[in-house]
């Protein structure tokens, strides 16, 4: 079964920037489709940025013209590039990646915090 490990979360001044990685265990070369979730407490989860192929993004009025999804297939690895966050973006945020050979498989989840 392939795994998903995230890191680069933690605590950020409001304007601040992240970069959240999220590296599989097996090639991403022939997946399906990749996306990051966020879940704030008390909130239901939120798609906050997808790669649904290769050639095209999308991402919710929320973050756009903020964050940023990316794919680097020689390190199996997804990004999500964050910047100008808000304590509104305050999540754990989780990545996704629908495998051809195994479905979807999410990641652990990596606390992101907004604070002054």
Known sequence: QVQLVESGGG?????????LS???????YNTLAMAWYRRAPGKDGEL???LPN???TSYPDSVKGRFTIARDDA?????LQMDNLKPEDTA????NIK?????DVWGQGTQVTVTA
Do not use: H, K
């Open 75 to 79: 390190e199996n690895t997804v990004y």
């Open 22 to 28: 999220c590296r599989a265990s097996a090639s991403i």
């Open 48 to 50: 906050v940025a997808a």
């Open 54 to 56: 290769r050639s095209d």
């Open 99 to 103: 495998f051809q050979n195994w479905g």
């Open 11 to 19: 605590l950020v001044q409001p304007g601040g920037s992240l970069r």
């Open 92 to 95: 754990v945020y989780f990545c």
